[in-house]
């Protein structure tokens, strides 16, 4: 299992588009991709559940995979984070 923590920076949050590009950048993975935010954590590849969490600029949220792939998921994870400058 692997789990990295990111603190959001964009003045919008984790809003739509982000949670789009993870869902793409996640969805050939076969490991299990969850996010924790604000005392919940949802299924890091489905992009209403992603927006539910209402994570926010300032907002830290933590990222957790775990499968086959795990190492290829985080790698994923990182390089949307970076894209998305948190």
Do not use: W, Y
């Not at 692997?2 to 996640?26: T, W």
């Not at 992603?50 to 499968?67: H, P």
Request: charged fraction near 30%.
């Amino acid at each position: 299992m692997l789990e990295e923590r990111f603190v959001l920076k964009d003045s919008m949050g984790l809003h739509a588009r982000p949670a789009a590009q993870l869902m793409m950048a996640l969805k050939d993975i076969q490991s299990a991709v969850t996010i924790s935010g604000n005392g919940e954590q949802v299924d890091g590849k489905d992009v209403i559940q992603i927006l539910s969490l209402g994570c926010v600029q300032g907002d830290q949220i933590t990222f957790t995979a775990e499968g086959p792939d795990e190492e290829k998921a985080m790698e994923a994870v990182r390089r949307v984070m970076k894209e998305l400058d948190c």
